[in-house]
């Protein structure tokens, strides 16, 4: 089994739509991350959890809400999203926050029609 | 502000050929470190080094070669005698050290390679 397991792989979603994004990690980390890979733009940081506590939120709009029940789980609800949302959105996790080398699931290839 | 340059967004070669994969940086801050990934078609980054601003040392792992140069910003990677599963974007990406480091990398635009048989 992999590191860090997200699911599903691909999403096709209308904007009136609630859907949630699931991301597992099997390492024993203490931090975990979301972040989006949009066209033709550098990966964005969108949120980071250490220890289940939300320590940065990299001014995400609110239909993107995170949750972190545990150190091993990281959901991402989304709600009323814009086509320009679509993108792969990747979840990471790493020992401890700080300047540490990042696992990453395969992501989650979202699309908003 | 930081930023990272990767001017290269797509790069042909044909196997067995040497590739270098260009990485400009921006920080003010003296103390930071540098990452390089890679993100096959399946999608997952993959991690491939780190390096402190502190150590300069060049560093070579296999096929794999860094070359950090804090005179001219730059953190470039090669790729001797590259190989079909080499194909992949490659990013470079800066970390900001310090208790308000949550862990934030910012990453380059990625250089897309395509290593043709």
């Known amino acids: 089994e992999t590191g860090v397991t997200q699911t599903p792989r691909h999403l096709v979603m209308g904007m009136t739509n609630k859907k949630s994004l699931k991301c597992e990690q099997h390492l024993g980390h203490n931090a975990m991350y979301w972040y989006k890979q949009s066209a033709k733009k550098p990966l964005e940081l969108m949120f980071v959890?250490?220890?289940?506590?939300?320590?940065e939120n990299n001014s995400v709009p609110s239909r993107f809400s995170p949750e972190c029940p545990n150190s091993s789980h990281l959901f991402l609800h989304l709600h009323t999203l814009q086509p320009e949302d679509s993108a792969l959105y990747l979840c990471?996790?790493?020992?401890?926050?700080?300047?540490?080398?990042?696992?990453f699931g395969s992501g989650t290839q979202l699309s908003v029609l | 502000a930081q930023k990272v340059t990767q001017a290269q967004t797509e790069i042909s070669v044909v196997e067995k050929e040497d590739v270098t994969l260009d990485c400009v940086y921006e920080?003010?801050?003296?103390?930071?470190?540098l990452f390089w990934y890679k993100q096959p078609p399946s999608g997952e980054l993959v991690f491939l080094i780190r390096r402190n601003s502190f150590d300069e040392q060049n560093e070579i792992s296999g096929r794999y070669s860094w070359n950090f140069q804090k005179s001219t910003s730059s953190f470039n990677f090669t790729i001797t005698a590259s190989q079909v599963v080499d194909s992949a974007v490659y990013f470079c990406?800066?970390?900001?050290?310090?208790?308000?480091?949550?862990?934030?990398?910012?990453f380059g635009q990625g250089t897309t390679l395509q290593v043709k048989p």
């Open positions: 920080t003010r801050d003296t103390t930071y470190y």
């Open positions: 990471a996790s790493s020992q401890d926050t700080g300047p540490e080398k990042l696992f």
């Open positions: 990406a800066l970390s900001l050290h310090g208790s308000s480091n949550t862990g934030k990398l910012i």
């Open positions: 959890y250490s220890l289940e506590e939300r320590v």
